[in-house]
């Protein structure tokens, strides 16, 4: 139960993450006449952040990102 909190908390917070990356303020900072590799900066910024995102989904449902919680040590039986 504990463990799919974290990941709906996590889910949650790279959701949050991804609207802030990809609101207008930030994307006016990166809409400049530059060529990154013959690439414009808007474009390698807009498909940077969405593979981004989409690996850091990927990490959370897969269980490769373990956020680590305080559990009590388990007792042993008699």
Not at 33 to 47: D, E, T
């Amino acid at each position: 139960m504990n463990s799919n909190r974290s990941k709906n908390a996590s889910l949650t917070a790279i959701f949050f993450l991804g609207v802030l990356l990809l609101t207008y303020p930030l994307l006016s900072l990166f809409d400049q006449p530059l060529l990154v590799f013959g690439i414009p900066l808007l474009y390698l910024y807009l498909f940077s952040v969405w593979t981004g995102l989409i690996v850091l989904v990927i990490f959370v449902t897969q269980g490769i990102l373990r956020i680590r919680q305080r559990q009590p040590p388990a007792t042993k039986g008699r």
